[in-house]
């Protein structure tokens, strides 16, 4: 065993001298003996100790137990103590000030040794233990500050984008609308020539191509306008469910025939209405959206004089819709960007369009709260099923 500086703190003189011929035995060094709690810790004032021996019933102001406490705060040194008692409520004191170990007097040399030796090995294993926790502490210490700091850095970061965000919804916004104005204009226009050209004009034929040309292009314009002034008001979290009575057979027809009204392919929508209620409450705008999109790209992407089918029926408080065509379809390859925004298929040829209807279409049916799939194969065409919450 190596050789410790112990320090010795028993009131009785006999039993300190037995002890300190037993550890002295062993090849210890006794730095003090010392018989009183002040006693011993003037000695530690000035002398570094292993170990502390300790008396538990000394007399004087400072008892052992109280003196451990104070070594313990001030020391942090391994305290051994020496009790004649081993009763419960002795024991109940001791283990109050969490000591290295205790010996039961009259004691043994071998008892002794192992006693010390335990009491070192606890005491350094505590240290090795309290040490890590530190280390553990001031890590945790530091990735909290780091955490901290890198969440101080995403938030003026999502604020940034927020403000960007709301820069280019205002943007957006603004430009729609100034480009409104000026089209309606060019509109009118167009169809004042149009008029004037059947009066028999030496130039009706060449004014009729020409105006026609100029009212569809600012009607795509238009509703390229509305598409992007949609997005901007979803990127801003503007769109709000603002569920209406609507009178189902009416608003349906009136979307069919707004639809069938820009058909210029000779392509017919057949209808079928089935178990519709008198009024239903939904969104209309957003419904009006949807359907108008999804029949506008069934006509679009049809084959002249081709058929478009669409069915609706009311059931458990849901319009489940279908509308199929027997057009060019979708290539399995490109179905999971469908929705997408921009996106147009390599198929779709010289027809006009911006890839932003689907997109459209999907944004409204997450804002109404309902669910939509489709079926498609390239040169057979597509069916889109929709399930729309709308309560009699």
Same mark, same amino acid.
Not at 135 to 141: F, I, M, N
Not at 186 to 199: D, N, P, R, T, V
């Given at each position: 065993m190596f050789s410790l500086k112990i320090l010795i703190t028993e009131d009785d003189t006999v039993s300190a001298l037995l002890l300190k011929k037993a550890l002295e035995k062993n090849h210890h060094q006794i730095i003090g003996m010392a018989d009183s709690g002040e006693m011993a810790l003037e000695i530690l004032k000035n002398n570094r100790a292993d170990i502390v021996m300790m008396d538990t019933n000394l007399s004087g102001k400072l008892d052992g137990i109280k003196t451990t406490e104070i070594i313990n705060e001030k020391y942090n040194i391994p305290v051994v103590y020496l009790t004649a008692s081993s009763d419960s409520e002795t024991l109940q004191k001791v283990a109050v000030t969490n000591p290295s170990a205790y010996v039961i007097k009259p004691f #043994?040399? /071998?008892?002794? #040794?192992?006693?010390?030796?335990? @009491?070192?090995?606890?005491?350094? &294993?505590? &240290?090795?233990?309290?040490?890590? #926790?530190?280390?553990?502490? !001031? +890590?945790? /210490? =530091?990735?909290?500050?780091?955490? #901290?700091? @890198?969440?101080?850095?995403? *938030? &003026?970061?999502?604020? %940034?984008?927020?403000?960007?965000? !709301?820069? &280019?919804?205002?943007?957006?916004?603004?430009?729609?609308?100034? $480009? %409104?104005?000026?089209?309606?204009?060019?509109?009118?226009?167009? *169809?004042?020539? +149009?008029?004037? @050209?059947?009066?028999?004009?030496?130039?009706?034929? %060449?004014?009729?191509?020409?105006?026609? +040309?100029?009212?569809?292009?600012? /009607?795509?314009?238009?509703?390229?306008?509305?598409?992007?002034?949609? $997005?901007? +008001?979803?990127?801003?979290?503007?769109?709000?469910?603002?569920?209406?009575?609507?009178?189902?057979? @009416?608003?349906?027809?009136?979307?069919?025939?707004?639809?069938?009204?820009?058909?210029?392919?000779?392509? =017919?929508?057949?209808?079928? $209405?089935?178990?519709?209620?008198?009024?239903?409450?939904?969104?209309m705008d957003l419904l009006y959206q949807i359907l108008e999109n999804l029949l506008s790209n069934a006509v679009k992407y049809s084959k002249d004089g081709g058929k478009v089918t669409f069915k609706v029926y009311h059931e458990d408080d849901l319009l489940k819709l279908s509308i199929k065509d027997e057009g060019i379809g979708i290539s399995e390859a490109e179905q999971s960007q469908l929705f997408d925004r921009f996106f147009r298929g390599k198929n779709v040829g010289l027809r006009e369009g911006s890839g932003l209807g689907l997109s459209i279409v999907k944004k409204c049916i997450e804002v109404i709260g309902g669910k939509i799939s489709f079926t498609s194969k390239v040169n057979k065409g597509t069916e889109f099923n929709l399930e729309i919450p709308a309560k009699k």
């Open positions: #043994n040399i /071998r008892e002794l #040794n192992m006693v010390i030796e335990l @009491a070192i090995f606890k005491d350094k &294993k505590e &240290k090795e233990l309290q040490n890590l #926790n530190n280390e553990l502490e !001031e +890590k945790v /210490r =530091k990735r909290t500050a780091d955490l #901290n700091e @890198a969440n101080k850095e995403l *938030q &003026k970061a999502l604020e %940034k984008e927020r403000e960007l965000s !709301e820069l &280019k919804s205002r943007i957006v916004q603004n430009v729609s609308h100034g $480009f %409104k104005t000026p089209l309606t204009s060019i509109l009118s226009s167009a *169809q004042l020539l +149009k008029m004037y @050209a059947e009066k028999d004009h030496p130039h009706k034929v %060449k004014i009729v191509k020409h105006s026609t +040309k100029i009212e569809n292009s600012v /009607r795509n314009l238009n509703s390229l306008l509305t598409s992007v002034l949609f $997005f901007g +008001k979803a990127d801003a979290d503007k769109m709000n469910y603002k569920p209406v009575r609507i009178y189902t057979s @009416a608003f349906l027809n009136e979307v069919v025939d707004m639809v069938k009204a820009g058909i210029d392919n000779d392509v =017919k929508i057949h209808t079928a $209405f089935d178990k519709l209620p008198k009024m239903i409450t939904s969104d």
